[in-house]
């Protein structure tokens, strides 16, 4: 068994999306050790924590202090909360666009992002699989692999059906530099 089941520290269901790495979980606390799964997830070292989680979720399971521990960590906060098994609301929606840039940055610049919902399947897998189809994943393939990872990430019905609706970024093709190099003069290859 693994050392961090062992302490019951919470499960990080971790994929590598947009160039950066980002890791669905539970909220801390959520199985009663607020402080040792805060420890957890922060070793990850996160750009970036987003929680969908809504303020009474987080008071229930201890981890009203949240906010201020990922952010006394370094780590930047984005607070999305959005209902059990419902789409984000319009509201939610406008706040998406910025906070979705944001996270493609971070991403694209090989930083982690932790998306947190109360049990850290439903809404974590909804927002983790629009991140990927918007970071230019395939619809289809992003789902397959997000499932792979995490079995129940993704749940049917509106969460799932707002996550496919995400418009696909164009995914950018970027050589490296040693290819360049070796695509050069009198290699017979097109740089």
């Known amino acids: 068994m693994a050392e961090a089941e062992q302490r019951g520290a919470a499960v990080l269901h971790v ?7 980002v890791a669905l979980s539970p909220l801390p606390g959520a199985a009663g050790d607020f402080r040792g799964d ?5 070793s990850l070292r996160p750009a970036f924590v987003v929680c969908l989680a809504t303020q009474a979720e987080m008071e229930e399971v201890g981890a009203r202090s949240l906010p201020q521990a990922v952010q006394d960590k370094g780590t930047r906060w984005l607070h999305v909360p959005v209902m059990a098994a419902e789409a984000p609301s319009a509201e939610t929606l406008s706040a998406w666009t910025e906070a979705s840039a944001a996270l493609r940055r971070a991403l694209a610049g090989g930083g982690r992002v932790v998306v947190y919902s109360r049990a850290g399947a439903g809404r974590a897998g909804m927002l983790v ?10 619809p289809d393939e992003a789902e397959v692999r997000l499932v792979s990872v995490h079995p129940g990430a993704v749940v049917p019905g509106p969460q799932r059906d707002w996550a496919l609706a995400a ?17 050069g003069p009198g290699s017979g290859k097109k740089p």
Do not use: K, N
């Not at 805060?38 to 922060?42: A, D, F, G, S």
């Not at 699989?129 to 395939?138: F, K, N, V």
């Not at 164009?170 to 490296?176: K, L």
């Open 167 to 183: 418009p696909r970024e164009a995914v950018e093709f970027r050589r490296h530099p040693d290819e360049a190099r070796r695509a």
């Open 15 to 21: 994929l590598p999306v947009g160039g950066g790495i």
């Open 129 to 138: 699989l629009r991140l990927m189809i918007e970071a230019g994943e395939a």
């Open 38 to 42: 805060l420890e957890h997830v922060t």
